[in-house]
């Protein structure tokens, strides 16, 4: 079945960069994505990537996808407190299936 | 305008009680799905559902039961409420596009 596995923490310095990694099972993912979910907030997608590229940046956010590894990372540039939150990497066959998500990695930053 | 909004946001109730959540979504989106957030942060999918289908998670107990009085709203039902259902339970819509929009949330203790 399908399985996403993320580790669970991180802690960073302020202004160091993050990379948060990510693992999928199932080959047929079409869209990766990246949410993040602040303390007693919702989800808030972040970015997402199509299966057939390799690389997506939005300012200071940079998706890399290794398809042939099913590796997908999430770097951020000039980690600031402010993302201190969970980090969801998450699947979907298609834009109408249910994701499927990571367990989330906490990420903490450190002023 | 919220996009997906949940009613209410905060829910305490006894054991064996029924209640509903509500979720509305202004997107004119054709799927609405329920996704729980358990105490450790894990989000799995409960129910997929759209004008014409259901799934349901095979793993979600049949006392909960999505309702859907037309497009724009899809409440979620649940009998006999456990102990084991205190969980963060989030609605959520798509549409043949990327990105499911998320509610913010409703946080169910029972107690």
């Known amino acids: 079945g399908e399985d996403v596995e993320q580790s669970l923490f991180l802690s960073v310095r302020e202004g160091d960069s993050s990379v948060i990694n990510c693992t999928y099972t199932d080959s047929s993912s079409t869209y990766l994505y990246w949410y993040k979910q602040e303390p007693g907030a919702g989800l808030q997608l972040l970015t997402y990537?199509?299966?057939?590229?390799d690389m997506k940046q939005d300012q200071r956010l940079t998706v890399l996808l290794n398809k042939k590894d099913k590796h997908l990372s999430l770097r951020i540039a000039d980690t600031q407190t402010g993302d201190s939150a969970i980090y969801f990497c998450?699947?979907?066959?298609?834009?109408?299936?249910?994701?499927?998500f990571g367990k989330g990695t906490r990420l903490s930053v450190i002023a | 305008d919220t996009a997906v909004s949940q009613t209410p946001k905060y829910l305490v109730t006894q054991m064996g009680n029924d209640k509903s959540i509500k979720c509305e979504q202004n997107l004119g989106h054709d799927t609405m799905y329920w996704y729980k957030q358990d105490s450790k942060k894990f989000l799995k999918i409960m129910f997929s559902?759209?004008?014409?289908?259901?799934?349901i998670n095979e793993t979600v107990p049949n006392r909960f039961s999505p309702k859907s009085p037309d497009k724009a709203h899809l409440n979620l039902h649940i009998n006999s409420l456990e102990l084991g259902d205190s969980a963060v339970y989030f609605c959520a819509s798509s549409q043949g596009i990327i990105e499911a929009f998320f509610g913010q949330g409703t946080r169910l203790t029972v107690v």
């Open positions: 998450a699947e979907s066959i298609s834009g109408n299936t249910p994701l499927v």
């Open positions: 990537i199509f299966s057939n590229m």
């Open positions: 559902y759209n004008n014409k289908e259901l799934i």
